[in-house]
């Protein structure tokens, strides 16, 4: 009885670890995906059926040109050739009254039977397929197409002048794994994008500490000041939580442009200086400290600032980590507003959201460049989270507002 029982157990906990494994799986796959397409070359991004490792063709320079090595089977034997011309395509045709005669010829080497316009048709196993006419020795035969191949002229890199002729599909090249790096300096250069970078980082650190300091003085001030008006005066604050941001737009945009904030990085960082969220967390917080360390300070002589800064905030290390965590990922990741008030041609103050917006319709046709510039854009913020996971889970289980 009791060998079933841990025997159920076990197998419950195989279970359970199965499952978590499969969900974590799929949510870790997009930015596998995302990372490894970033390494690869654009003919391994279209490649069908597609795969996940970034692989290139294996080369061989023979004088003094680079051509890619293909797996060539030659006397039934396989050998490591280089492909220095990929030939023409020719078409494999079989008589019509004899399907085992077949002829190997270039297409235009065969008529189309009754003309193009009217040509003739026959069926073969249920599928039609157009009539050909084509010579052999002086008489026409009727013929009708089989497949089509292309032939390569394959030379042995050791000895460039044994030459194979072979079918370039029946033997595939040698491919091995490869990342491309260069796609991030490319992206780098195509887009401006450390630049962008830059600008990004310098407007997070910035509203990062402003949203701090801020929160940190106001949080204090209502959860230990004692002044006329001071709770109606929180509760209108903290009711501001509910304004939708797109409401706040088109005044928030009149407002620079009369100060002349329109395209700088200053209107990305001053007005979110600021955050009701923020004080509401510290002042929770700072009225889970005891009075007794605050009055200690008073008798000891400490000012109000000193108090703060010496006795509060040492104490408040998870509140402030959390307050910093919630506003990196929205300052790094905001879009929107850096869309309405910086100009998209001007790279100069441009930040990552923006050029990948643009980046994404100027390299349309290279996704492996786009996911580079996503890559650049989503590390930093995946390596904080990861490092500030248990700050945000507390933030939101401290907070009760998300």
């Known amino acids: 009885m009791r060998q079933s029982y841990q025997i159920q157990k076990w197998a419950g906990y195989v279970g359970a670890y199965a499952v978590l494994a499969i969900f974590g799986f799929l949510i870790v796959f997009p930015f596998l995906f995302m990372f490894f397409t970033s390494l690869k070359l654009p003919t391994d991004v279209f490649r069908s059926p597609p795969r996940l490792l970034p692989y290139a063709t294996e080369t061989a320079v023979i004088d003094g040109e680079t051509y890619p090595l293909h797996t060539v089977t030659v006397d039934g034997r396989s050998e490591r050739l280089a492909l220095v011309d990929e030939g023409a395509t020719i078409v494999i045709f079989a008589a019509v ?23 003739e048709e026959i069926t073969i196993d249920g599928e039609v397929k157009p009539l050909w006419a084509v010579e052999d020795n002086g008489a026409t035969v009727q013929v009708y197409e089989v497949r089509r191949e292309r032939l390569g002229l394959f030379v042995d890199p050791a ?44 407007v997070t650190i910035l509203v990062v500490l402003g949203q701090v300091i801020t929160s940190v003085l106001g949080g ?25 941001f797109v409401v706040l737009i088109i005044p928030m945009y009149q407002l620079m442009v009369i100060i002349g904030w329109v395209d700088r990085i200053a209107a990305l960082i001053l007005p979110w200086i600021f955050t009701a969220y ?45 307050q910093a965590t919630f506003t990196f990922l929205y300052a790094w990741n905001s879009f929107v507003w850096p869309l309405v008030v910086i100009n998209t041609g001007n790279f100069d103050n441009q930040v990552l959201p923006l050029s990948l917006m643009v980046l994404q319709g100027r390299a349309a046709d290279s996704p492996n460049l786009v996911m580079a510039g996503t890559t650049i854009a989503v590390a930093l913020p995946l390596l904080i989270f990861v490092l500030a996971q248990r700050y945000f889970v507390e933030g939101i289980a401290t907070s009760g507002l998300k």
């Open 278 to 322: 923020g004080t509401f967390l510290m002042r929770q917080f700072f009225l889970s400290i005891p009075k007794d360390l605050e009055e200690a300070a008073l008798m000891d002589g400490a000012s109000r600032f000193r108090i703060l800064w010496q006795v509060f905030v040492p104490l408040a290390g998870p509140a402030i980590a959390t």
């Open 220 to 244: 204090y001030a209502f959860a230990r000041l004692r002044f006329p008006g001071r709770d109606g005066l929180f509760l209108v604050y903290l009711g501001t939580i509910m304004i939708p």
């Open 159 to 202: 000895d460039p002048s044994r030459e194979v002729e072979a079918n370039i599909r029946q033997n595939p090249p040698i491919e091995q794994l490869n990342a491309e790096t260069n796609n991030y300096e490319r992206v780098l250069e195509l887009q401006n994008l450390d630049r962008s970078l830059t600008n990004t980082m310098l």
């Open 97 to 119: 009254d004899d399907p085992d005669r077949t002829f190997a010829l270039a297409p235009r080497d065969a008529s189309p039977v009754g003309g193009f316009t009217n040509q």
